[in-house]
Nanobody
Framework: QVQLVESGGGSVQAGGSLRLSCAAS?????MGWFRQAPGKEREGVAS???????RVADSVKGRFTASRDNTNNVLYLQMNSLEPEDTAMYYC?????????????????WGQGTQVTVAS
């Protein structure tokens, strides 16, 4: 069982920045960030494998960047130029195996989430 603990969420004005962190109890090949707004499905934001293969959703491309500290098993999400549409609960996830796309099916373990609220 992989334990994931997110931190770094909060409330910001549009155009601001936040950095999310996710501490994992063990290293997994694939780690990802997802988000879910009220009434909407959970969507993939960014994924990053230990070999550096990264994927980013089109909706956040150029604004969000995922990175990871493989030594300490920490995943980060730097979020810049935040928009009200980015308001959601953000979840960290650890992958099942060697597939590392932005699909919930690729992930087995989930954190409790951290809320991000962007005011206009």
């Amino acid at each position: 069982q992989v334990q994931l603990v997110e931190s770094g969420g909060g409330s910001v004005q549009a155009g601001g920045s936040l950095r999310l962190s996710c501490a994992a109890s063990e290293r997994r090949y694939c780690m990802g960030w997802f988000r879910q707004a009220p009434g909407k499905e959970r969507e993939g934001v960014a994924s990053l494998a230990t070999d550096g293969v990264a994927r980013v959703a089109d909706s956040v491309k150029g604004r969000f960047t995922a990175s990871r500290d493989n030594t300490n098993n920490v995943l980060y999400l730097q979020m810049n130029s935040l928009e009200p549409e980015d308001t959601a609960m953000y979840y960290c996830a650890a992958g099942r195996g060697w597939s590392c796309f932005l699909s919930v099916n690729d992930y087995k373990y989930w954190g409790q989430g951290t809320q991000v609220t962007v005011a206009s």
